[in-house]
């Protein structure tokens, strides 16, 4: 199966900034998502892009699929976007499972 | 509208003790997936569902078992619990094909003495 690698592992940030999550893929993938994990533990849906760019709100994500890679930006964090961030994907060509990163946690201070 | 909703969500066993997870989706969505989420670990998918009545394997099965005899709901049985088991289980579901934009519950929180 492929392997997904997101960096950094941790993160932390003053209210205000911005930062840039990398989901790194061993090979072509499909149905690539973002996840917030918030610290109740509730996982949300953030981004079905499979490529090109999406945009909601101070949140975007861009997937470059041929370059196995895809970024999260978050700009004029808050606290709220406190949690651990997921991505996924699925190996390109075969019905098989959608295979998750480790997460990034991102701590937002106020 | 719920969407996806997970039952119970705590949940303390003995080893050996049988048990049943539930979920229910309103989103008349035809595939559903069971995910296990240990520490460090990301999400694993447990098993999974195309359709009514159908049920596949997903990476850690073993242990395991779930129905589908329902559109709208899928369940994940645990035989004979294990320690090993102890972790949060999510449920998800997805509308178009299969792994397209899931959409998870509100996870169970398991733990097996």
């Known amino acids: 199966g492929i392997q997904v690698e997101q960096s950094p592992p941790d993160l932390i940030l003053q209210e205000g900034a911005n930062s840039t999550l990398r989901c790194n893929f061993s090979?072509?993938?499909?149905?690539l998502q973002w996840f917030h994990q918030n610290p109740w533990g509730q996982l949300i849906n953030l981004f079905y892009?499979?490529?090109g760019t999406k945009q909601n709100g101070r949140l975007s994500a861009t997937t470059v699929a041929t370059e196995r890679y895809s970024l999260l930006y978050i700009s004029s964090s808050q606290t709220t976007d406190s949690g651990v961030y997921f991505c996924?994907?699925?190996?390109?060509?075969?019905?098989?499972?959608?295979?998750f990163g480790k997460g990034i946690t991102l701590s937002v201070r106020p | 509208n719920a969407g996806v909703t997970q039952t119970p969500k705590f949940r303390v066993l003995k080893t050996g003790q049988s048990m049943t997870l539930l979920c229910a989706q309103d989103m008349n969505h035809e595939y559903m997936y069971w995910y296990r989420q240990d520490p460090g670990m990301g999400l694993r998918l447990i098993h999974y569902s195309v359709g009514e009545g159908t049920t596949a394997k997903g990476e850690v099965p073993d242990g395991y078992n779930v129905s589908r005899l329902k559109k709208q709901n899928f369940l994940l049985g645990l035989e004979s619990a294990a320690p090993s088991q102890t972790s949060v289980y999510f449920c998800a579901a997805a509308q178009g094909v299969v792994n397209e934009k899931l959409f998870f519950g509100s996870g169970t929180q398991l733990s097996v003495l």
């Open positions: 090979d072509s993938v499909n149905n």
């Open positions: 996924a994907g699925d190996y390109t060509g075969a019905n098989s499972k959608l295979t």
């Open positions: 892009i499979p490529s």
